[in-house]
């Protein structure tokens, strides 16, 4: 168990439709990840936040967004679905801000997404 | 930009062979890289790690790494396979700008008794 707990753990959705993914860091780590694993293209890294603000950008549409929270819970809203979209989403945290990217991230069990 | 290649998308050796992943990176600047394991239906778990310093890195469960800057790679190896050791294993590779990881598209390892 990494201490990173995602929720809900699969979600079922039509095309079109818009979810709300949540992580809770381990305590103490102040950066989330978010990261999506498919078939085609792998495992990509979409958005970091660190201490409630954005830190990085990956490979993230402009359908998806992410938030955290004062109590540095985490939040990825995917909206419009499509069929491409169904992937495992994860979190992970760190204790680290940005250029510290020598910290371990620890990853949370994801959140499997299935777009019909 | 950075990359990672990962030889092999199944690897398959028998119980108590030699396990021999392989992994070749890109990147502009010093990487640090990582190797994580995943196992079915669950989160990727941090095998080992260089940063910097000491070239050949241990990490848990018996597997080792050895970073070569001139061939650009950072192979894992374990002595001795367990039927434990199932799982998918990935490479990654973080710069000092970035802190998302770039990963590899993954190896399946698979133990034969």
């Known amino acids: 168990d990494s201490g990173v707990t995602q929720t809900p753990k699969h979600l079922i959705t039509a095309t079109g439709q818009r979810v709300t993914l949540r992580c809770s860091p381990r305590?103490?780590?102040?950066?989330v990840y978010w990261y999506q694993q498919s078939l085609d293209q792998g495992l990509q890294f979409l958005i970091q936040y660190y201490n409630g603000e954005e830190r990085a950008k990956g490979n993230i549409l402009e359908r998806f967004s992410a938030q955290q929270f004062p109590d540095l819970h985490s939040e990825l809203n995917l909206s419009s679905l499509e069929l491409g979209d169904s992937a495992l989403y994860f979190c992970?945290?760190?204790?680290?801000?940005?250029?510290?990217?020598?910290?371990?991230?620890?990853f949370g069990p994801g959140t499997r997404l299935t777009v019909l | 930009a950075q990359s990672v290649t990962q030889l092999g998308s199944h690897v398959s050796v028998s119980e108590g062979a030699l396990v021999l992943l392989r992994c070749n990176y890109s990147s502009s600047v010093p990487p640090y890289l990582f190797w994580y394991v995943q196992y079915p239906n669950q989160g990727l778990q941090l095998l080992l790690k260089?940063?910097?310093?000491?070239?050949l890195v241990k990490g848990i469960n018996g597997f080792e790494a050895e970073f070569k800057k001139s061939e650009t790679s950072f192979h894992l190896t374990k002595p001795s396979a367990h039927m434990s050791d199932a799982a998918e294993y990935f490479c990654?590779?973080?710069?000092?700008?970035?802190?998302?990881?770039?990963f590899g598209k993954g190896t399946h390892l698979i133990i034969q008794p």
């Open positions: 990654a590779v973080s710069d000092r700008n970035a802190d998302g990881l770039t």
């Open positions: 992970a945290s760190s204790v680290a801000a940005s250029g510290l990217s020598t910290d371990t991230q620890y």
């Open positions: 305590s103490g780590d102040l950066s």
């Open positions: 260089y940063t910097t310093g000491a070239t």
